[in-house]
């Protein structure tokens, strides 16, 4: 796998097939990673723990990502996303594309695991909501550091101008998923990416959408602040002349950027 990008325009990059299949990999990754991850929240049996929720979440988007990586990147989470085209990384068709491949592929894991799961357990299926004290300030703040944490972290795992990392890069993402869970459960769930609150959320008829706002704005506005910061300030190839890049209009971004891009060969 070549650490070269190509770079195409939204026109190109919407006539390319490769688009397309990498579409349907960011729907089956987010499909899995709901059916799963939210299945590990369900109360069947009472077996699920705050360890074993945070695991889960946290390895399912490790072995997702590297099962998808080399077709579309391996985002599931429009956080990530929305990180990759505020710093040019991806065209502005192919975001669109993803998010909307990411929220439907959430809505169906929640749709399959509510079909698999019995009614006596199917409660609230894993949906993100605000626990009894926790104001939705509190819940934003919560929800932007702990993703604004993730998005930082896939930033400098797919930084291909570092030469100190080495390891797995989707075990590290999955880890700082693990890590954000182990704290923020117990406040918010624990979203931490759009579709996975999203879906869940059109399954379970509630009060689940009050204060639903944090789970969008706080999300998507930590994703592109950890990106941005990253990009300009801590990356390695970080200089006053990339700064001044973002500041002239350039049409042209790559066609997709792997998160396991650390471990191809430098440019």
Same mark, same amino acid.
């Given at each position: ?33 709901? @059916?799963? $991850?939210?299945?590990? +929240? ?8 705050? =360890? !074993?929720?945070? *695991?889960? #979440? ?71 909501? @605000?626990? $009894?004290?926790?104001? +939705? ?8 550091? =702990? !993703?604004?944490? *993730?998005? #930082? ?115």
């Amino acid at each position: 796998m070549s650490g070269s990008m190509a770079t195409v325009t939204s026109a190109e990059d919407v006539r390319s097939l490769g688009l397309y299949r990498a579409m349907f990999a960011e729907f089956l990754g987010t499909l899995f990673l709901v @059916l799963v $991850s939210c299945g590990s +929240a369900t109360n069947v049996n009472n077996m699920q723990s705050l =360890a !074993t929720i945070s *695991l889960c #979440f946290g390895f399912s988007v490790a072995t997702i990502v590297w099962a998808i990586a080399n077709v579309s990147g391996g985002h599931i989470n429009p956080a990530v996303t929305i990180g990759f085209l505020v710093t040019r990384k991806i065209t502005i068709v192919r975001g669109i594309f993803y998010f909307v491949s990411q929220m439907v592929g959430g809505i169906a894991g929640a749709a399959i695991l509510k079909g698999l799961t019995p009614t006596a357990y199917q409660a609230a299926l894993g949906t993100s909501q @605000l626990a $009894s004290g926790v104001t +939705a300030e509190q819940g934003f703040g919560i929800e932007f550091m =702990a !993703t604004f944490m *993730l998005v #930082f972290t896939v930033f400098a795992t797919c930084d291909s101008h570092r030469k100190d990392l080495n390891g797995s890069g989707p075990l590290a993402i999955g880890l700082s998923v693990a890590m954000g869970h182990l704290w923020a459960v117990p406040y918010t769930g624990a979203g931490m990416n759009t579709a996975r609150s999203f879906g869940p959320a059109v399954l379970y008829v509630s009060t689940v959408w009050e204060n639903h706002w944090v789970y969008w704005l706080g999300q998507l506005l930590a994703g592109v602040v950890a990106a941005l910061l990253y990009d300009l300030l801590f990356a390695a190839d970080a200089s006053v002349d990339k700064l001044k890049t973002y500041k002239q209009i350039n049409c042209r971004r790559s066609s997709s950027v792997s998160v396991t891009k650390m471990q191809t060969q430098p440019e």
